[in-house]
């Protein structure tokens, strides 16, 4: 099989994760009746391991599956993505489109003491799930030290998507807590974006200075500004942005506008998923997800926005534009 030197990035929704262990226990995917669709994910198994391409995940996907799956299948998907030489994450420290917009406000001022933020990155060690372990799991503070100790060691140590899956089940009912209170804060900002539209032509919704306000106030950055310099003026820092290097601001503002536009009223937690790998998906070169919002990603790229992935909701189709690059390769 040949090599890519630079294996394409791939987001692997938990549906396609759901088709990949079918094709990987021998079974075949439901209403497959050709078979085609198992097949495909066969060769997504068998490339995953041979490094053919590099999984991306979102730590919120563990949340997701600890919460509506048993937590065994949340740990066959682990499996499945650290059968990878490298997975890739998104940064969980930060939101993609706060961590571009604080990139370039410490371009702008650079005694802001703000970390560099790395999009995206081979998956890390779990430090920060450990310290939400310690504080809101009577009984993790034990087991968050023995993950610790399990650990690689090394000058640059990775973790594994099974140790977020173990983490999340060891602090299931606080994780649960904190997952209300996502949806709640979703719902909030569906319901303020639709008194928006209804309020702002579509025109001005999209230019730069309504983009900015919103940067300020959706996204908190005058607040997260102003704790680390309270002698900063937010405003004309954000002012400076140059959204044209915010790729996932950009989509996903666009994105999440069609969204609530298409939408009568909030009516699907599992959205809250969706909007946090949305905006990621600009540093990725493929991604493989559901219908809906395959059809949401077109329509923002029919706009200008998110050219960067190629989206599909079928896995033939991941499959030929990866064959169509090793032939390239070969080529």
């Known amino acids: 099989m040949a090599q890519l030197v630079t294996p394409p990035r791939v987001f692997l929704d938990t549906c396609h994760l759901s088709g990949m262990l079918c094709a990987q226990r021998g079974d075949s995917v439901p209403n497959d009746r050709d078979g085609c669709r198992t097949a495909a994910y066969q060769t997504l198994n068998s490339w995953l391991r041979e490094g053919i391409f590099s999984p991306v995940w979102c730590e919120l996907l563990v949340a997701e599956w600890i919460r509506h799956e048993d937590p065994e299948r949340a740990r066959r998907y682990a499996r499945i993505l650290d059968s990878a030489p490298q997975v890739l994450e998104f940064d969980p420290g930060v939101a ?50 023995s993950m610790e100790m399990q650990m690689p060691q090394g000058p640059q140590p990775q973790g594994t998507v099974r140790m977020f899956v173990e983490a999340y089940i060891c602090v299931s009912p606080a994780a649960s807590s904190v997952w209300e209170v996502g949806v709640k804060g ?111 990603i077109e329509q923002v790229q029919r706009d200008g926005a998110g050219r960067e992935v190629t989206a599909a909701s079928d896995p033939r189709n991941l499959v030929s534009a990866v064959s169509a690059l090793l032939n390239d390769s070969v080529v």
């Open 96 to 145: 993609v489109p706060q961590a571009e917009c604080l990139n370039e406000c410490r371009r702008i001022q650079p005694e802001l003491q703000f970390p560099q933020f790395e999009i995206l990155r081979p998956i890390a060690l779990i430090r920060q799930l450990l310290v939400f372990m310690n504080q809101h799991h009577p009984n993790a503070k034990e087991a968050a030290s």
């Open 186 to 296: 979703d719902k909030f900002a569906f319901d303020t974006t639709k008194a928006t539209q209804q309020s702002c032509s579509p025109e001005k919704l999209f230019l730069p200075a309504t983009i900015k306000n919103w940067v300020l106030n959706a996204l908190r950055l005058k607040d997260m500004l102003a704790s680390v310099n309270p002698d900063c003026n937010p405003e004309d820092i954000v002012e400076r942005i140059d959204i044209s290097k915010c790729p996932g601001l950009c989509f996903y503002y666009r994105f999440y506008h069609n969204f609530v536009r298409n939408k009568k009223a909030y009516d699907d937690p599992h959205d809250l998923i969706d909007h946090a790998f949305i905006p990621g998906l600009c540093y990725c070169d493929h991604a493989l997800v559901d219908k809906r919002v395959r059809d949401l």
